[in-house]
């Protein structure tokens, strides 16, 4: 099971030209991804909690920036490297996302 995710400069659709909005996309991490947020309460305050790993789920850029403060916290817990470098990539993307209005992430699980 994996999570990949893209950021996107407008709401994707999931029929239609979803592509014309991609703006990055991270494939590679998908695994370490789900061990990290696997750890998480699902029913908790924390916005990554919300990522469905079996399903898609989208971050608008205030929720992209309150998830980017949760992985600043998750980055103390890494077990390994994997998961250090899926967390990274990820907060790069969150960063992009809150800085630009109107811009999404798009989590599709596996």
């Not at 789920?57 to 817990?77: D, K």
């Not at 990274?88 to 798009?106: F, I, N, R, T």
Request: hydrophobic residues 35%.
């Amino acid at each position: 099971m994996g999570i990949e995710w893209e950021l996107h400069s407008a709401r994707p659709t999931r029929k239609g030209p979803s592509r014309n909005t991609l703006l990055r996309g991270s494939y590679e991490h998908g695994e370490a991804l789900s061990r990290v947020l696997g750890t998480l309460d699902r029913h908790g305050s924390g916005t990554l909690g919300r990522v469905e790993p079996y399903g898609d789920t989208l971050f608008n850029e205030q929720e992209a920036r309150a998830a980017r403060r949760e992985v600043a916290a998750l980055l103390q817990e890494c077990t390994d490297h994997h998961q250090e470098a899926a967390l990274l990539d990820l907060a790069e993307l969150l960063e992009a996302c809150a800085a630009a209005p109107g811009s999404y992430v798009w989590f599709m699980g596996d």
